[in-house]
Structures are given as structure tokens and as C-alpha cells.
């Protein structure tokens, strides 16, 4: 009997999966941030990227990078905001809701301070596409393993930018939760030689049809790739179809495509004939 009201771990049985809804996963999306870590879908990981693990009694926690005290505009000193939100070690900066709109990421873009960091979170910023390319076009970046760019209001076009550029050739996690890139922003990380590496991508709430799905399924670029997020898209039963029987996705474990236009009827089936042979856990609607 197929659960579809509640977080269960997915586990193969009898060659196929048991996948449901998880009542609790993207009503976090929001505010938290996801990595292939995290067990429940829209948590939070412990030990990784842009976390809570900044926060038991660090600067971090006390400074609103959960919805504690968030302040209602950008913060009056940008760079000093900047430095506080920056791990020791200089290689994680989480800010999260910070509002530091296109003037910020500028200056984050010429803070040497910045130059050996790894894991960026930047949802909720207002940055757009303006801010998109000066991320993308800045050598700072250059050694970004982590970012996440939730909420900030992106087109195709700023996808365009990410898969281009020069500097995001070591993303292994990308989070493009709650923008707009649609199915050509898809399309150009599909074909971008900066997702080989990735092993984690959240595309969330992107107004992604069955074009952006299949694009995703053909491509080798996404062999890498463990974790795939299509929450709440318009991808239809041919898309899960495509990604299910895709020969490129051979390294994908857990496949997310809750609140998509699915016939469930006719996902029952194609949930017992997908020939991922990674996969372990499948989230429908």
C-alpha cells in the first residue's frame, strides 16, 4: 500500500520503492536550508552547508540566520556584516536573509577575505540576475563547492550566467529553491560542463514542465548527481517517466517530485519499472 501522507525513509522492496508525501518536507522550505545530509526532506543538515551547526552559541546563531531578530532592510554596515557571518576559517558564510541586494554581493565580491570560500548561502538576498552575474563573474567565487540562491527572484538568464561561467566549475551543491528559471535555465545547466560535479540540485518551485525534466534525463552532465529536488513544478508523468528510465542519472539515490502534475494511477507503475539502479527513495504527491 503506497504512503502518501507521511515522511518515510524510502527502501527498496521486492526490486522497487515505497515513496510518499512527506507531510512535514517543503513546508520548511522556506526557512531552512537542504543538503544530501539532511534524513527528513526540508530539513536541516548538521554537519554541512549553510546550517545550524554556525549557530549553539556562535555568532551565527545569535545574529538571525534562523528568524531570530531578522531586521526589516539591509544591515547599515555591509562589510562588517559580512565578516561576522564568516566561519573562522574562511571558507563558509551564511547569509541567509541578509538583504544585502545587488550593493552587497559587490562588495562580497571584493572582500579578500572571501577569497577561499567553499559553501555560500545567499537565500533571500533580492540579488536577481544583476547580482547572479557579478557572483558568476567574479574569481572570488572560484572555489565554491556550496550555493544556494533560494528566493532571489532569478530567470533563466542568471542560470544561464551560473552554467557559463568560468568560476563555478567546482559547484557540488546548488539550491535554486523558489526562483524562476523555467525550463531553458534547466536546459543550460543540463549543458553546462559546471554541473559535472554536482551531486546535490534543488530546483524547487521553478516553473519546470516535462521539457525541463527530460532535459535533466538526457544529460550526461548530471551523472554525478545524488539528490534531485523538482518540488513543486508542472512536470507531468511523461517527465517522471524520462527521469526514471534515464541512462544518465545512474548515481541519483533520492528523486523528489512532490506537487507536480503526476497521475498517480500511472506512477504506481513506472515507480516498479525504473531502471535507476541507485535510487533508494522516490517522493510523490
Same mark, same amino acid.
Given at each position: ?5 507521511? @515522511? ?7 526490486? &522497487?520503492? @515505497? &515513496? ?30 549553510? $546550517? ?23 544591515? !547599515? ?15 563558509? @558564510?551564511?547569509? #541567509? ?7 552587497? +554581493? %559587490? ?18 538576498? %533580492? ?21 544556494? =540562491?533560494?528566493?532571489?527572484? *532569478? ?14 566549475? #567546482? ?7 523558489? #526562483?524562476? *528559471? ?13 554541473? !559535472?560535479? =554536482?551531486?546535490?540540485?534543488? =530546483?524547487?518551485? #521553478?516553473? *519546470? ?17 545524488? !539528490? ?6 508542472? *512536470? ?19 528523486? +523528489?517530485? @512532490? ?15 525504473? $531502471?535507476?539502479? $541507485? =535510487? ?6
Amino acid at each position: 500500500m503506497l504512503m502518501h501522507k507521511k @515522511v518515510v525513509q524510502g527502501v527498496l522492496v521486492l526490486g &522497487w520503492l @515505497v &515513496w510518499s508525501l512527506p507531510a512535514m518536507g517543503h513546508s520548511s522550505h522556506e526557512d531552512q536550508q537542504t543538503s544530501p545530509g539532511a534524513e527528513k526532506h526540508g530539513g536541516e543538515d548538521k554537519k554541512g552547508h549553510m $546550517s545550524g551547526k554556525h549557530g549553539k552559541g556562535g555568532k551565527h546563531g545569535k545574529h538571525g540566520g534562523h528568524g531570530y531578530g531578522r531586521r526589516m532592510g539591509p544591515p !547599515t554596515d555591509i562589510p562588517a556584516h559580512i565578516k561576522e557571518r564568516l566561519d573562522p576559517d574562511g571558507t563558509k @558564510v551564511n547569509l #541567509n536573509r541578509s538583504q544585502i541586494g545587488v550593493k552587497g +554581493i %559587490k562588495i562580497l565580491a571584493e572582500m579578500p577575505e572571501l577569497k577561499n570560500v567553499k559553501s555560500l548561502a545567499l537565500q533571500g538576498n %533580492k540579488l536577481g540576475d544583476e547580482g547572479v552575474q557579478i557572483l558568476a563573474e567574479s574569481p572570488t567565487f572560484k572555489h565554491t563547492e556550496k550555493l544556494s =540562491l533560494w528566493g532571489n527572484e *532569478i530567470s533563466a538568464q542568471g542560470a544561464r550566467m551560473l552554467a557559463e561561467s568560468p568560476n563555478m566549475k #567546482n559547484l557540488k551543491e546548488l539550491k535554486l529553491t523558489r #526562483n524562476r *528559471i523555467g525550463d531553458e535555465g534547466v536546459e543550460a545547466l543540463a549543458a553546462s560542463e559546471n554541473s !559535472t560535479a =554536482l551531486t546535490f540540485m534543488d =530546483l524547487s518551485a #521553478n516553473e *519546470i514542465s516535462d521539457r525541463g525534466a527530460l532535459a535533466i534525463a538526457n544529460s550526461p552532465r548530471f551523472a554525478n548527481l545524488k !539528490t534531485l529536488d523538482l518540488y513543486n513544478n508542472r *512536470i507531468s508523468t511523461e517527465g517522471m517517466k524520462a527521469l526514471l528510465q534515464s541512462k544518465n542519472l545512474q548515481s541519483l539515490e533520492m528523486l +523528489i517530485l @512532490v506537487r507536480n502534475e503526476i497521475d498517480m494511477e500511472k506512477a504506481d507503475e513506472l515507480a516498479k519499472n525504473q $531502471s535507476l539502479p $541507485s =535510487l533508494r527513495r522516490l517522493e510523490l504527491e
